[in-house]
């Protein structure tokens, strides 16, 4: 069973930056994504960004140009830097690792993002 423990998460005022980090417990060698969603109060978890093992990304349109996602192949570990925050981005952000080989969606416990205005 796979952990995912993230870090990185806190209180930021707009136009700032956060970086957030997700370490896995383990190295996957099969092909994988992993990524970030988050889910803001009284909504549905959303997409922010994916990235593939083989290094291909995915953004959502409301964070493009202005998230970078990353991964370190190596330590198995995820970034996302976040820069130029809005109120919206306020979420718990939950870090996600999806493995093709046996199918498996791995969750982590998520990590709270608030941006003041």
């Known amino acids: 069973q796979v952990q995912l423990v993230e870090s990185g998460g806190g209180l930021v005022q707009a136009g700032g930056s956060l970086r957030l980090s997700c370490a896995a417990s383990e190295i996957i060698f099969s092909f994988n994504v992993m990524g970030w969603y988050r889910q803001a109060p009284g909504k549905q978890r959303e997409l922010v960004a994916t990235?593939?093992?083989?290094?291909?990304?995915n953004y959502a349109d409301s964070v493009k140009g202005r998230f970078t996602i990353s991964k370190d192949n190596a330590k198995n570990t995820v970034n996302l830097l976040m820069n130029s925050l809005k109120p919206e981005d306020t979420a718990v952000y939950y870090c996600?690792?999806?493995?093709?080989?046996?199918?498996?969606?791995?969750w982590g416990q998520g990590t709270q993002v608030t941006v003041s205005s």
């Open positions: 990235i593939t093992s083989g290094g291909t990304t």
């Open positions: 996600y690792l999806l493995v093709l080989v046996p199918h498996h969606e791995y």
